[in-house]
């Protein structure tokens, strides 16, 4: 019995070291070189009737791995997506939480993301984006099903003349349907009508303000985008989808909100992206949904006021 709680001790203590290290760019290289992206998914595998310590903190030490393309692609190819998606349907918030962050991080990749399709990962990711009582975990998994779905369908469904083919075509449809419907219910759930109402027809700063502390969510200041990142986001505005434009514009501005921890990043990689133009088009667009109008306003806003602080 006490030999069992030493080792669960010490793997408890290796991932969270391991999850504290993974925050520092060169720590991520070496903790890769060194096979600990083997030996994590391999603990993630092993740790679904562990206790919740060690499940959050084999997926925070994933998810912060993630951050890394190269680590990214590296954790699918190990085999990383499958115990990520079971911790992700954990009922413990901590536990889901940080799986759906390690999920978002790998879905940005078109094979990870086909991995997520194929491993089931999407019925998960629906179930938090509308189920989770963590704000982070529903943000998270609407960013990741974002990522999933911005992409042309072709790449992931079969194809082919045959009938099963034709069937599971419907069926990645209908899944699809369903996820766009979930991250449009998570966006519309920060929708305060007065104070949207009030935003459309004012730029003022108290109006767009009132907005903009309303659909806060602060723990997303924590939160760094790399620029291909928030050039997907930009690109995202763009998207033929209301949802998922108004979903792009719902993260940016989480993204950039003052104060947040990395808000300066994220505005000078927007100004880089030519977001300013995208926003503005999207601001004014007749057929663009409200929250997505009100929104990209915001960020405007956010945008000039962080290049005059850096003026001063």
Request: aromatic fraction near 6%.
């Amino acid at each position: 019995m006490w030999d069992f709680m030493f080792l669960l001790t010490n793997r408890q203590e290796a991932a969270g070291a391991l999850w504290n290290l993974s925050f520092d760019d060169k720590n991520r290289e070496a903790i890769a070189a060194a096979g600990g992206i083997a030996a994590l998914v391999s603990l993630a595998q092993s740790c679904s009737n562990s206790s919740q310590c060690l499940q959050e903190r084999a997926a925070g030490a994933l998810w912060g791995l993630s951050v890394s393309e190269a680590n990214s692609i590296a954790i699918g190819q190990e085999g990383g997506v499958a115990p990520l998606i079971a911790l992700a349907c954990s009922d413990i918030a901590d536990v889901h939480e940080t799986a759906a962050g390690a999920l978002w991080n790998l879905a940005f990749y078109p094979t990870n993301a086909l991995r997520i399709v194929e491993g089931g990962g999407v019925p998960a990711l629906i179930h938090l984006c509308s189920s989770s009582v963590s704000k982070m975990a529903r943000l998270m998994a609407a960013l990741a099903l974002a990522y999933v779905f911005d992409q042309r369908t072709e790449e992931f469904a079969p194809g082919g003349p045959s009938s099963e083919g034709t069937s599971k075509t419907m069926n990645f449809d209908e899944i699809k349907r369903v996820a766009l419907k979930k991250i449009e219910a998570f966006v519309l759930s920060f929708s305060v009508p007065q104070k949207f109402a009030a935003a459309m027809v004012s730029s003022a700063p108290k109006a767009l303000g009132q907005v903009a502390e309303a659909v806060r969510i602060p723990e997303a200041g924590h939160l760094r985008c790399s620029a291909a990142e928030i050039g997907r986001f930009v690109a995202m505005l763009r998207n033929p989808s209301s949802i998922l434009k108004a979903c792009s514009a719902f993260a940016l501005l989480q993204f950039t909100i003052p104060g947040g921890r990395h808000t300066l990043h994220h505005t000078s990689l927007l100004r880089n992206a030519g977001a300013p133009r995208v926003l503005r088009a999207a601001a004014a667009a007749a057929t663009a949904p409200v929250e997505a109008k009100v929104f990209a306003k915001i960020l405007l806003r956010n945008l000039e006021h962080h290049h005059l602080e850096t003026l001063n």
